[in-house]
Nanobody, 125 residues
């Protein structure tokens, strides 16, 4: 079992920044690909970003590329999402997730084994 706990959400004006954190406990953190997803009211959960087990590889949704940065610190069992140039469309509950899968397709939420409870991000215009 892996327990995930997000923090860092809040209310920010458009153009501002937030840094989300996700602390993991349980099994070996570096065994998992970590992802961030988000879900806005009335919409499906969507992929935001993922990072490889070592942190050497990252992948982003087109909607956040160039504005968001995912990183991880395996010594601290924590994954981060730095969000800059925020837009009202970024308003959502943000979830971190852990996947034990290997290979492609990891932008698919179904590939993730463990999920956090989510943290609300609200961007005002």
């Amino acid at each position: 079992q892996v327990q995930l706990a997000e923090s860092g959400g809040g209310l920010v004006q458009a153009g501002g920044s937030l840094r989300l954190s996700c602390a993991a406990s349980g099994r070996t953190f570096s065994d998992y690909v970590m992802g961030w997803f988000r879900q806005a009211p009335g919409k499906e959960r969507e992929f935001v970003a993922l990072i490889s087990r070592t942190g050497g590889g990252t992948y982003y949704a087109d909607s956040v590329k160039g504005r968001f940065t995912i990183s991880r610190d395996n010594a601290k069992n924590t994954v981060y999402l730095q969000m800059n140039s925020l837009k009202p469309d970024d308003t959502a509950v943000y979830y971190c997730a852990a996947s034990s899968r290997i290979g492609v397709g990891l932008a698919d939420a179904l590939q993730y084994d463990y999920w956090g409870q989510g943290t609300q991000v609200t961007v005002s215009s």
